[in-house]
């Protein structure tokens, strides 16, 4: 690239997550209401049926329904990440080409300054 300007891209991709589907009551009384899935729902009509747009039409009560189907473990995927980043970098240098640059030659003089200081 122009002006000795250089550039680094990294790309990072990934699918997204399996995550479960809970109830958000405890449908089995062991006093945890954050681990129990429901079941798919079978009659609309019950009052723990949940219609969630775009997952689908759940009971939260599937205790009670004889042929109960529960939602399976890792049920929902979440959100797949596609991440760009470009590092963009110039370098350069101090002092006259050749001649070990304005930086090493304070710092040469300094180191002499401290020797002869020590002695």
């Known amino acids: 690239m122009p002006w000795r300007i250089r550039m680094a891209p990294f790309i990072f991709m990934q699918s997204g997550l399996p995550y479960n589907l809970i109830a958000g009551v405890d449908t089995n ?5 954050n681990d129990d899935r429901p079941a798919f729902a079978q009659n609309l009509s019950r009052p723990s049926v949940i219609n ?3 997952f689908g039409v759940f009971d939260t009560a599937p205790g009670t329904l004889p042929n109960a189907v529960i939602v399976p473990r890792n049920y929902l995927e979440g959100p797949g990440i596609f991440l760009l980043t470009v590092r963009v970098s110039r370098s350069w240098s101090f002092g006259e080409s050749g001649r ?18 020590a002695v």
């Open 100 to 117: 070990g640059g304005v930086i090493r030659g304070a710092m040469k003089s300094v180191e002499e300054n401290l020797y002869k200081m």
């Open 52 to 54: 969630e747009p775009g």
């Open 29 to 33: 009384n062991d006093g945890n209401p």
